[in-house]
């Protein structure tokens, strides 16, 4: 730490008021946020989603917040309190704005979970195929919806829609710790380390952060990665050296909750622990083995019967990129809002795996010294083989090689940078103590040219994120009269009822799903769909006169459907609405409910239902 008693008090105001400077950007772009949060109306989306709903005070915070970001990040000489600041200020802006501007939890596949977990509560045990169906499966891995019940109960909420929505801030910050961790590793530069951490969050617009079996499963998965790069690695591949008890139990820990938790993650996990075995420091199997004989004692037991219905797909699919990597029907970017935000992400993609392979030839004591890093980045290339896992393998490929990536795409933003095992060869070469007493100058920004190309290129990725994470908001927002709509129907359903809907975009989907089925009629062949736009009320009847009193068949369609239709290129608003007319002017259909989110009709059981 400097003297400062030699100083004139003037000097010394002024030395460190320069030292605190970075508090002056980051406070105002908070301020700038705030202001944006207060004066940001949701109450009508577009097909931009919250891009074209913000405040433009938003745009201008995430623009201050970069920059402070970058001056502060790149001064060896800054505290790295402040660093972790604005990491803390980006998360805020870009994972809990959404929390604080939508009055209710984003993303159907959220409330689906939360259905999950509020069958746990009410049954107390899992349930078997012939209880659940399909559904089913969750109870196979119920890790995350049995630790969310037991949470549930601790906090006495009366589900998890009480918090889930800021459940993305929660698990992003989880990432945080293991990805210092592994960034430390292999690097004492300050300034690679956080714009590393900084460019994974921006580039992580996958959106698995939501309230998912997955997004605890990346975060342990990174956890585990920590752990092994920085204690199971050796000159000898781990031969001839003592290692405290204490790593391997925490690694079983976190890789059996990861196995009973997610499908997927174990897989990507195996691949990456293998990748490591082929650097030469990284030869230790117990973590390899630890993994696989966990992964393959929980998949013949209580995963079983899913996996051996699911084999055969599963088996076909293996070797077939071209369909595993492919989209299907109804997932398709339909519309200038739709195919503008799916463009921005795919840049931003693009453009982090460009800057990584740019870092690796730039900078290339790092092709040597952090080739683990590199390994880990490329390791999930092999799974696009392996499964489409229903169409969303290219997503999840592209999450886990973020963390590797990253730290390469941080090293081509930046002038030649330090790695720990050169560090310390440097040292005993020059025969010279670990830590050299160096004077401190006014810590005040470096405005030299090369400062500022850097800088565009992160802020140019900060801002693509806010269109690629939020641009499909559209569909995943259900107002609170969608939340309530729903809400009544299932009220009123008696045990053994089905819901028709087009697709299943809406809150509650799989509410009572223990009691009541459910059929969402764009899942059919396309030759059905055209069937029901031509002859809606008749065919629709058709297909719900199966239920038997008093059980009753209804028809529920929603905002968040059309939305989902639209943007997907299923149905357009206008043959939804077709359908709805052609419902309510039937003798067959009876309206029972219906808000400005939605409606809601019932087969009537003594009408007739042929055409």
Request: proline fraction near 7%; aromatic fraction near 12%.
């Amino acid at each position: 730490m400097t003297d400062l008693s030699d100083l004139p008090p003037a000097w010394r105001f002024r030395y460190r008021a320069a030292g605190a400077w970075p508090a002056l950007p980051l406070l105002a772009a908070l301020a700038l946020w705030a202001y944006a949060i207060g004066h940001t109306d949701v109450s009508h989306l577009d097909d931009f989603g919250l891009v074209s709903a913000v405040h433009p005070a938003f745009w201008a915070g995430l623009a201050v917040l970069t920059a402070g970001f970058w001056f502060t990040a790149r001064d060896p000489r800054r505290p790295q309190g402040w660093s972790f600041a604005y990491v803390v200020g980006l998360l805020l802006m870009e994972r809990a704005t959404q929390a604080l501007v939508y009055p209710t939890p984003l993303y159907a596949w959220a409330w689906k979970h939360d259905a999950v977990i509020d069958h746990l509560l009410t049954s107390g045990g899992l349930g078997t195929e012939e209880q659940l169906g399909d559904m089913a499966v969750y109870d196979q891995w119920p890790g995350f919806f049995a630790a969310q019940a037991a949470l549930v109960r601790l906090l006495g909420v009366e589900n998890t829609a009480m918090y889930m929505a800021w459940w993305p801030l929660v698990s992003s910050l989880m990432l945080l710790l293991p990805l210092l961790l592994i960034y430390r590793t292999f690097t004492t530069d300050r300034r690679l380390v956080w714009t590393s951490v900084w460019l994974f969050y921006v580039a992580n617009w996958v959106g698995q952060d939501y309230f998912s079996p997955q997004s605890v499963a990346f975060a342990l998965h990174v956890g585990v990665l920590a752990v092994v790069l920085r204690r199971y690695g050796g000159r000898r591949g781990g031969r001839g050296r003592q290692r405290p008890a204490v790593w391997t139990v925490l690694l079983t820990v976190l890789v059996t909750t990861i196995v009973v938790s997610h499908q997927l993650t174990p897989g990507m996990l195996v691949v990456s622990l293998l990748a490591l075995c082929l650097a030469r420091r990284y030869r230790d199997w117990v973590p390899t083995v630890t993994t696989v004989v966990i992964f393959l004692a929980w998949c013949l037991t209580a995963a079983l019967p899913f996996l051996s219905a699911a084999m055969p797909d599963m088996i076909r699919s293996v070797g077939d990129v071209g369909a595993n990597v492919e989209t299907g029907y109804g997932a398709t970017p339909t519309g200038t809002g739709a195919i503008a935000t799916s463009w921005a992400a795919r840049l931003l993609s693009g453009s982090v795996l460009l800057l990584a392979a740019l870092g690796v030839l730039r900078q290339p004591v790092l092709r040597y010294r952090a080739l683990p890093l590199l390994l880990i980045a490329a390791a999930p290339l092999p799974m696009f083989v392996a499964s489409s896992y229903g169409s969303e393998m290219i997503f999840r490929v592209l999450m886990f090689m973020l963390p590797g990536a990253a730290f390469f795409a941080g090293a081509a933003l930046l002038p030649k940078v330090r790695t720990l095992a050169a560090d310390l060869a440097a040292r005993e070469s020059a025969g010279r103590p670990a830590a050299t007493a160096r004077p401190r100058r006014l810590p005040l920004p470096d405005l030299r040219y090369g400062v500022w190309v850097p800088l565009v290129a992160l802020l140019a990725g900060t801002l693509a994120f806010v269109p690629a994470y939020s641009g499909k908001d559209r569909i995943n927002y259900f107002p609170p009269q969608e939340v309530a709509l729903i809400r009544q129907l299932f009220d009123q359903a008696p045990e053994g009822s089905l819901v028709v809907a087009a697709n299943r975009n809406y809150p509650l989907a799989y509410d009572s799903y223990w009691s009541v089925d459910h059929y969402w009629f764009l899942d059919d062949g396309r030759s059905h769909v055209d069937r029901i736009v031509r002859s809606p009320a008749a065919t629709l009847a058709r297909d719900m006169s199966a239920v038997e009193p008093p059980a009753r068949a209804y028809l529920l369609l929603t905002q968040g459907q059309v939305a989902n239709s639209e943007m997907n290129g299923q149905l357009d608003g206008e043959q939804l609405d077709r359908i709805r007319r052609s419902v309510a002017a039937s003798p067959r259909f009876q309206l029972v409910a219906e808000n400005s989110a939605g409606t809601v009709y019932v087969l009537r059981p003594d009408e007739p239902t042929g055409e």
